[in-house]
């Protein structure tokens, strides 16, 4: 496997988005070339590459929130892989472009693809794509000191290093320890024991004392309309995610996943090939089929031997009978302004705790925003002119009653546009939630610190979390038309 180029970019806020490191592979590009013929793409200069990359993950300052290359329907992206086309046509696109976002950094490689470019193999088939992605993990624990984010000096002078550190871990574009493509393609049980080799891209074995942290983390999705005709949707999917940091011989591990008497069965469990052993009735239950009550319950049990990075454990789908937060949305035009009513309510299962909570209301296709007299119940509002935005700044609880309320009057200015967007056209218009509840899963799903099972001398310490998230989750106006999904989400 080896990579043709490799890109660092900054995209902090407050700072200039720029390239912070770049470094292109001659000899592999020599073969890239030959291997494509006359369906090759150059490599664009930095700029170019800074644009397209910024614009596919929506980072760039644009106004423009579609964009035909990234948005249209016809266009089917295939994550981590991302496709850049560099002359906006399918013909001149780079692929599969490789990219982590951490922090302050967005790391990118491109790796060479020992295939004819068309018809795309499937990304499961391309080795080099976990050999890139494993790659930039390794950079990334090295220049973030394992996902923290280091002082500016801290970082500079590791940017500084990586000339020299790549001549070591990446001669001629070739990363060194991993997997060769000649190995076998048969996946086979993990090792229980021994010391597993260090990649060249690791800056040391751990030092100090052992740690084990899981964490829980649920993100809910939803769709709510204020329709009795229109059938509101609510997705929660579930991710469990480990990290073993034990010096010399790494141990065996056991989680145990746990649910309340009342709750409903984990279903569409995924799980990480280092899982040792499973009982099958825990991978039955799919949200496809009907539900069924007697589908297993729990607890669920997942032994693996850890690797060496942190992984995802498992991953799941729950059916929950409400989402956290219900929501109703009014938007009546009148004359030259619009009158706005909104009222949030918190669901008394859900904790009143949040570590942040806010609604954006965006207003497109209209001129720009004049005199806005809205009122809020709780928290504070800051209005956004140029961008035709309202937000909802909830912050950390809801009123003691659990419910938030907005009402009042926009009038609009004009002739300056404000920003368009081809699907919130006349009364069609949202709002989209942010927020995210520590210490609580709306499952009920959790894992208990005494539960996770540590086969070791070294007696680790034990670190368990679980938090629930918002994404994706959008409020429609009830008074305007909405798009509808007959059929249910999928994460």
Not at 85 to 95: F, H, I, Q, Y
Request: proline share 9%.
């Amino acid at each position: 496997m080896s990579i043709r180029a490799l890109w660092i970019i900054s995209h902090e806020k407050g700072e200039n988005v720029s390239v912070r490191f770049s470094r292109r592979f001659p000899t592999v590009e020599h073969r890239a070339k030959s291997l494509a013929g006359s369906s090759y793409v150059p490599l664009p200069e930095e700029s170019t590459f800074l644009q397209l990359m910024l614009t596919e993950l929506g980072l760039s300052e644009s106004n423009k929130s579609f964009v035909a290359a990234r948005d249209d329907c016809l266009h089917r992206p295939r994550s981590p892989a991302l496709e850049l086309r560099v002359d906006g046509t399918e013909k001149g696109a780079l692929w599969p472009v490789l990219a982590i976002s951490q922090g302050p950094l967005i790391l990118a490689c491109l790796p060479l693809v020992d295939a004819p470019p068309e018809p795309r193999p499937p990304l499961a088939n391309l080795l080099s794509v976990s050999q890139g992605l494993a790659l930039l993990s390794g950079l990334q624990s090295f220049l973030l000191v394992s996902g923290n984010k280091p002082d500016g000096e801290g970082l500079v002078s590791r940017l500084a290093m990586l000339p020299s550190v790549l001549l070591q871990i990446c001669p001629l574009g070739t990363p060194l320890d991993v997997p060769q493509l000649g190995s076998p393609a048969t996946p086979t049980l993990p090792i229980s024991s021994g010391v597993q080799k260090q990649p060249a891209w690791k800056t040391g074995s751990h030092k100090g004392r052992a740690v084990v942290n899981v964490a829980l983390m649920e993100t809910v999705r939803s769709m709510q309309y204020g329709d009795p005709s229109r059938q509101d949707l609510w997705d929660v999917y579930g991710t469990v995610t480990c990290k073993c940091e034990v010096e010399g011989v790494l141990p065996n591990v056991t989680v145990t996943l746990s649910l309340p008497p009342n709750g409903s069965p984990l279903q569409d469990i995924l799980v990480h090939p280092c899982v040792t052993s499973l009982d099958s009735s825990i991978l039955t239950a799919s949200s496809v089929d009907n539900f069924d009550g007697s589908a297993f319950s729990g607890p669920y049990k997942f032994p693996f031997s850890p690797p060496l990075e942190p992984f995802r454990l498992c991953s799941y789908t729950s059916q929950v009978p409400v989402p956290p937060i219900l929501g109703s949305y009014q938007l009546k035009e009148e004359e030259n302004q619009l009158r706005v009513s909104v009222a949030l309510k918190l669901h008394e299962s859900v904790k009143n705790s949040f570590e942040y909570c806010a609604a954006h209301l965006p207003l497109f296709n209209r001129d720009q925003m004049g005199v806005v007299d809205v009122k809020v119940n709780s928290g504070t509002l800051d209005v956004s002119k140029d961008k035709n935005l309202l937000v909802w700044t909830l912050g950390q609880k809801f009123p003691k009653c659990r419910e938030a309320t907005m009402e009042g009057k926009i009038t609009f200015s004009g002739p300056v546009p404000g920003p368009s967007d081809p699907l919130c056209t006349g009364l069609t218009a949202y709002i989209k939630l942010y927020f995210k509840v520590p210490d609580m899963t709306l499952s009920g799903c959790c894992v208990d610190q005494h539960s996770v099972q540590v086969y070791s001398s070294a007696k680790p310490r034990i670190v368990t979390s679980r938090d629930l998230q918002s994404k994706e989750y959008y409020i429609w106006n009830s008074t305007g038309v909405a798009p509808v999904s007959s059929g249910r989400m999928i994460m």
